[in-house]
C-alpha cells in the first residue's frame, strides 16, 4: 500500500469528498451528512493507517475495518476505488441495481468490504468477535471499527463494548464519529450520548478525544492505541457533519437527503476551490 | 435370554451437546457461544475441554450473534446457544444482517422449545421460531427428533458452511430412530412405511413419538398410515413430500409451533401449488402457551394422539368427499 504524507491525505479527501457528492447526486438518495464528516478518518486509514493490500483484498493477515454506520459507505467506496481495490467508474453506479455499490454495504459484492452494515448498533460486536478470534489464532492483524454517535443509543453496541472489556482485546480500535446529530435531530435531544468519554473510560477503555478532520491527530491516536497493550482504544473524533461543504456542514438535515443537482454544482465548487488551495504537488 | 431393552429417554439438547464435543474434536476450528446458559444449553461439557474456544457473552443476545458473526468472518465455526425465546427471538435482525446475507456459518441453537419449557410459562415457550427462521434465505432449519439425531445433526451442521438454526427440546423424550440409523439434512426420514397408505403424516420434532403412537392405534382401526420424519424444514425434501402426496392422497403435518409459518405451512405452499390434496396441520392455534408440565400443555393444545388421530379422520373426509 502505498502511503501519503499528510499533505497527501488533504489533497486525497478533498477528492473524496467530490466523489461523495457526484455519486449520491447521480442517484439522487444517500447520506451525504455523515458521509462528508468521516472522510478524513477513512482516508487516514486507506492512506496511512491500515496494513492493506487492495491487490489482495482477502489477504489473511490483513488489517480489517469494520464499518458499523454503514450508511457512510460512499466515503468507504471512493476511498476503497481511490486506493486501488476497484475501478473509479464503478463509482457512478452507487444505489442503482444490479451494482456491486449497495446503499448500504455488502460483503461479497465489492472487495474491501468486510462486512455488510447498516442496521445500526452491531458493527462493533462484529470487530470483537473478529479480534477474539485473531488472538486465538495469534494473529497479528489490528482491527478498527468506525461507529457513529447515533447507535450509541442501540444496546447491541454496549453490550459489544462490554465484551471488549472483558477479553481486553488491544487489537481492537474504535473510531467514534462524534458528529452530534443523528436522524431525527442533535444526538444530546433524541437520547443524551455525553459524557461519553467518560462512559467509554467506565466501561474500562482506553479512551482518547481528537479533532476528527485533523490528520496529525488521528494518525497520533491511532499509534497510540496500537501501543496500548491493556484493552481496547476508542478514539472519539469530534466530527463536523457535511464537512467541506459550506451549507451541509452541521446540519442534521443533510444526515440523509441528496442534494439538487444546483446544490451540488455549488457543494463541488467549493470543494474544487479548496483543491485549488493547497497549491500544485 | 435375551430381552429387548427400552432405551431410556433423553433429551435432544443432550444428544447436541454430545455431538458438539464429537466436532469439538474433529475440527479445531469450531467455537462455542452462549448467552449465560451453559448448562441448560448442555454446552459446560465443551467450555471445560476447550476452555479456549468458549465464550460466555453474558445475558446479551444481540452481541452474542454479532459476535459470532465476527469470528465467523475471520474463518471459525461459531455454535451459539440460548433458549429459542431469545435466540432467534431477541436478535432476529442481527441475524438477518450479520450471520445470514453474509451467508456466514454459523450454528444457531434454540433450546426450550415448544412446550418444553413448560414451567415457565408462556414467556420462556418458543412457538414462533420456525416461521420466522425459515423466511430468511441462505438459512437451514432442522429439528431433531431425538437424542441420536440431534447429535448428528450438529456434526453434520457445522460442515455445511451456511447458517443453520437447530431446534431443540429441554424435556428427555423418547429414542425413535438408532444410533447407526441414517441422517442427512434436507432428506427425509420414513420411520413408518406401508404399501397402500391413506394418509401421510409428517412431523417434524421429539412430537414424532406420539406420531408412531397414533400411526399404530389408526393401523388397528383399519387407516394405514406413512410417517416422515421431517427434521428440516428448510430446505424441505420437497421430491419425498409429493411422492407421499401422490401415494397417501392426504397429508397431516404434526409439530409443536404455531400453525402459522411453521412445518405446516411449509408442506401446504408446497403441496398447493404442485399437488393439491386435503391436507390438516396439528399445531398451536394461534395461543401462548402458560405455566404447565410439558405433558399436559400438549394436551390442552390437542398435540397427543388422539389429537392427531381426530385431524387424520377429519382430512380423510375431506379426501372421499
Known sequence: MKYLSTQGLKREANKVRQDV?????????????????????????????????????????????????????????????????????????????????????????????ETTSGPLGCGLAQAVG???????????FRI???????????????????????????????????????????????????????????FGWHVLEIDGHNFEEIIKASDEARACYQGPTAIIAKIVPGKGVSF????????????????????????VDEEKSYGRK | MKRKVMEENKSTREGFGEGLIEVGEKNPDVVVLT???????????????????FFD?????????????????????????????????????????????????????????????GLDGATHQALEDIATMRTIPNMTVVTPCDFYEAKKAIVEAVSLGGPVYLRLERD????????????????????KDVKDPQVALIATGPILSEVLTAASRLEKNGISSLVLNCHTIKPLDTQAIIHAAKIAGAVVTIEV???????????????????????????????FGESGKPDELLKKHGLTAEGIIKKVKEVITRKNN
Not at chain 1, 442501540?154 to 452530534?180: I, Q
Not at chain 1, 451541509?248 to 470543494?271: I, V, Y
Not at chain 2, 400453525?259 to 405451512?265: E, P
Open chain 1, 248 to 271: 451541509m456542514e452541521g446540519d442534521f438535515r443533510w444526515h440523509g437527503k441528496a442534494p439538487s443537482p444546483e446544490e451540488a454544482k455549488q457543494a463541488l465548487k467549493e470543494l
Open chain 1, 21 to 113: 457528492i457526484k455519486m449520491i447526486t447521480s442517484v439522487g438518495s444517500g447520506h451525504p451528512g455523515g458521509s462528508l464528516g468521516i472522510v478524513d478518518v477513512m482516508v487516514a486509514l486507506y492512506f496511512r493507517i491500515m496494513n492493506h493490500n487492495p491487490d489482495k483484498p482477502n489477504w489473511k493477515d490483513r488489517d480489517r475495518l469494520i464499518l458499523s454506520s454503514g450508511h457512510t459507505c460512499p466515503a468507504q467506496y471512493a476511498a476503497l476505488a481511490h486506493a486501488g481495490y476497484f475501478v473509479s467508474t464503478k463509482l457512478s453506479k452507487l444505489r442503482k441495481l444490479g451494482s456491486p455499490l449497495q446503499g448500504h454495504p455488502e460483503k461479497g459484492k465489492l472487495p474491501g468490504i
Open chain 1, 130 to 140: 473478529i479480534a477474539l478470534a485473531a488472538r486465538m489464532d495469534d494473529a497479528r
Open chain 2, 257 to 287: 409451533h404455531q400453525k402459522a409459518g411453521g412445518l405446516g405451512s411449509a408442506v401446504t405452499e408446497l403441496l398447493s401449488q404442485n399437488f393439491p390434496i386435503p391436507v390438516g396441520i396439528v399445531g398451536v392455534r394461534d395461543l
Open chain 2, 35 to 53: 448467552a449465560d446458559l451453559r448448562d441448560s444449553t448442555k454446552v459446560s461439557k465443551f467450555a471445560k475441554k476447550f476452555p479456549n474456544r
Open chain 2, 172 to 191: 428427555a423424550t423418547p429414542i425413535i430412530t438408532k444410533e447407526d440409523s441414517k441422517f442427512k439434512i434436507g432428506k427425509i426420514d420414513t420411520l
Open chain 1, 144 to 202: 478498527f471499527c468506525i461507529t457513529s454517535d447515533g447507535e450509541h443509543d442501540s444496546g447491541n453496541h454496549w453490550e459489544a463494548v462490554m465484551a471488549a472489556n472483558k477479553y481486553k482485546l488491544s487489537n481492537l480500535t474504535l473510531f467514534v464519529d462524534r458528529n452530534r446529530i443523528q436522524i431525527d435531530g442533535p444526538t444530546e435531544e433524541v437520547m443524551p450520548l455525553d459524557p461519553l468519554v467518560e462512559k467509554y473510560k467506565a
Open chain 2, 57 to 117: 457473552a453474558g445475558v446479551a443476545e444481540q452481541s452474542l450473534v454479532t459476535i459470532a458473526s465476527g469470528m465467523a468472518n475471520y474463518g471459525k465455526i461459531p455454535v451459539v446457544t440460548s433458549f429459542a425465546v431469545f435466540v432467534p427471538g431477541r436478535c432476529l435482525e442481527q441475524i438477518r444482517t450479520t450471520i445470514a446475507i453474509n451467508n456466514f456459518p454459523v450454528i444457531i441453537v434454540g433450546s426450550h422449545t415448544g412446550f418444553s419449557a
